[in-house]
């Protein structure tokens, strides 16, 4: 599995911005794919943004408009632009490289039309958005 370590949480009022970082141990991004997924207290994980090894996005609805995801290729780097931050989107923010078939009980979601599952986990980062 590949080493994952997010970067860039923090606490900002709505409306502001962040850009999370995830540095990957070696290279995936021309093999794999990407995605970011976000888990808020009492809730399942939810898949905010994928890109697959065509460089196809997806992003979950309540994010679209507002949050990029982009990966630097040869740093291994993927990011998280994320605008216009609303309370709602107050979450523990994950990435995850290496996708395939979910397996059960696993975070998935969809990716080019497919659902998927990831193999490598983030640690995490905290985004608190006050009001």
């Known amino acids: 599995r590949v080493q994952l370590v997010e970067s860039g949480g923090g606490s900002v009022q709505a409306g502001g911005s962040l850009t999370l970082s995830c540095a990957a141990s070696?290279?995936?991004?021309?093999?794999?794919?990407w995605g970011w997924f976000r888990q808020a207290p009492g809730n399942r994980y939810e898949g905010v943004a994928a890109i697959d090894p065509d460089s196809v996005i997806t992003y979950a609805d309540s994010v679209k408009g507002r949050f990029t995801i982009s990966v630097d290729s040869a740093k291994k780097i993927l990011y998280l632009q994320m605008n216009n931050l609303k309370p709602e989107d107050t979450a523990t923010y994950y990435c995850?490289?290496?996708?395939?078939?979910?397996?059960?009980?696993?975070?998935?979601?969809?990716?080019?039309?497919?659902?998927?599952?990831?193999?490598?986990w983030g640690q995490g980062t905290q985004v608190t958005v006050s009001s």
């Open positions: 995850a490289a290496e996708c395939g078939i979910p397996g059960a009980g696993q975070p998935s979601m969809v990716v080019s039309g497919y659902e998927v599952g990831f193999e490598s």
């Open positions: 070696r290279n995936t991004a021309s093999q794999y794919c």
